[in-house]
C-alpha cells in the first residue's frame, strides 16, 4: 500500500478573465451578476492579478504549493518520508486532476488535510465532498479539523508578538489585537429548516450546529493564551468575522467593520490584525484587510497593522507534521474506501 498526503485548498483563478467562471464553481454554478464578477475582479487586480499570466502564480497557489513543500521536507526530516500533492476546490490545480495524477503515481491509501484549521460545512465539508467523489476505490482519511493544534497557535503567536511590539512602542500605549476569521452565511452554521434557507438544491437539513464559529475563535484564544508570556492580556484581544459575501442572504458577524468602529469609540488610537482563519496571502488578506479595512480605520482615525501571514512558516510546517503523524489528535474521520 503507498500512502501519500493531499493538501486541500480554496483555489484563485489565475488571471483576471477568469473570474466568472471561478466564481461559478464557488457558487456550485449558480451565476453571479455582472457587478458582482466586476468587483471581484477589481479586487484581485488591486493585489496584482492581470489579464495575462504574471510571472509567478497568484499568491493563495503559490504559498499553498510552498507549504506542501515545506511539509514534505519536514516529514522526511522527522523520518517520514511521503509524498505531499495539492489540489484546489474550485480552480487548478482541481482536486479531481490531482486524485488522478496520484492513481497514475501508484498512490492507493490518501490522508487529506485542509488548509482550513477550522471545520466548517461550507468549507471543509465541500472539500471533503469533492474529494470522495474522485477517490473511489481508494482508501481515504480525511482531516476535518485541527483548530486547536498548539503548535498552529504559537506559529500565529509568532507572526502577532512582533508587529504587537511595534504596535506598543510607536504609540506608548497597549493596542488590542482584533483576531478575524472569514465569514459564513447564517444558514450555514444553523440547524433544521433555518440550515436550508436558500442553499444549494439538495443540500440535506443540518440536525447539529456547525462547529466553525467555536473553533475560530477557540483558536484565537490559544493564540492569546501563547502570548501571554510576553505580557499579553484578556483585555488586549478582540475577535471579528471579516470578509461577508456581498451577494446572498445574511452572513455571521461581527463584522470588522463594526468592531473598528467600537475600538474607535472606546478610546482606542490603533489596532492590529491577525487573520486566523487563513494560513496564507491571498484576497482577503491583500486587500479586505490591507487595503478595506485599512482605509477604514483611517476614516475612523486608526492605525491599522497587520501581522505577516504564515505563508512558508516553519512552525506551521512542523504543526502540519503534527496532524499528518497522529502526534495531534485531530477530528479525523475514520478510514473509508471512498
Not at 68 to 93: C, D, F, I, S, T
Not at 319 to 326: C, D, F, H, R, S
Request: proline share 7%; glycine share 8%; charged share 20%.
Amino acid at each position: 500500500m503507498k500512502e501519500a498526503i493531499l493538501l486541500l485548498a480554496h483555489g484563485t483563478p489565475d488571471v483576471l478573465g477568469e473570474m466568472a467562471a471561478y466564481l461559478s464553481k464557488v457558487t456550485g454554478g449558480r451565476a453571479l451578476p455582472q457587478e458582482v464578477v466586476e468587483e471581484l475582479q477589481h479586487r484581485y487586480g488591486e493585489i496584482g492579478l492581470g489579464w495575462e499570466p504574471g510571472v509567478e502564480p497568484p499568491p493563495l497557489t503559490r504559498w499553498t504549493l510552498t507549504q506542501g513543500h515545506l511539509l514534505e521536507l519536514a516529514l522526511a526530516q522527522a523520518g517520514h518520508p511521503m509524498k505531499v500533492y495539492v489540489g484546489m476546490r474550485n480552480w487548478h490545480p482541481y482536486i479531481a486532476d490531482v486524485v488522478a495524477k496520484m492513481r497514475e503515481d501508484g498512490v492507493t491509501r490518501i490522508k487529506a488535510l485542509c488548509l482550513a484549521p477550522q471545520n466548517s460545512r461550507t468549507s471543509v465539508g465541500l472539500y471533503r465532498k469533492a474529494l470522495m467523489e474522485a477517490a473511489k476505490g481508494l482508501e481515504v482519511e480525511f482531516v476535518a479539523g485541527w483548530a486547536e493544534n498548539p503548535t498552529l497557535a504559537e506559529a500565529f503567536a509568532d507572526r502577532t508578538w512582533p508587529v504587537w511590539a511595534e504596535a506598543c512602542a510607536e504609540t506608548g500605549r497597549r493596542i488590542p489585537v482584533l483576531f478575524t476569521a472569514h465569514s459564513v452565511p447564517c444558514r450555514t452554521i444553523m440547524t433544521g429548516s433555518a440550515s436550508v434557507a436558500g442553499a444549494r438544491p439538495g443540500t440535506p437539513e443540518q440536525t447539529s450546529p456547525d462547529p466553525y464559529p467555536v473553533e475560530s475563535k477557540r483558536t484565537a484564544q490559544l493564540v492569546a493564551d501563547r502570548l501571554k508570556v510576553v505580557g499579553f492580556k484578556e483585555s488586549d484581544w478582540v475577535f471579528a468575522f471579516q470578509s461577508q459575501g456581498i451577494s446572498g442572504g445574511p452572513w455571521i458577524g461581527p463584522t470588522v467593520e463594526d468592531t473598528l468602529k467600537a475600538l474607535k469609540d472606546q478610546g482606542e488610537i490603533g489596532v492590529v490584525m491577525q487573520p486566523v482563519g487563513f494560513l496564507c496571502d491571498h484576497v482577503e488578506i491583500l486587500y479586505d484587510i490591507d487595503i478595506a479595512f485599512r482605509q477604514t480605520a483611517e476614516e475612523l482615525g486608526l492605525k491599522l497593522w497587520r501581522a505577516e501571514s504564515l505563508n512558508a512558516s516553519p512552525i506551521l510546517a512542523e504543526a502540519l507534521v503534527q496532524v499528518i503523524l497522529g502526534e495531534y489528535k485531530a477530528d479525523v474521520d475514520e478510514v473509508v474506501v471512498a
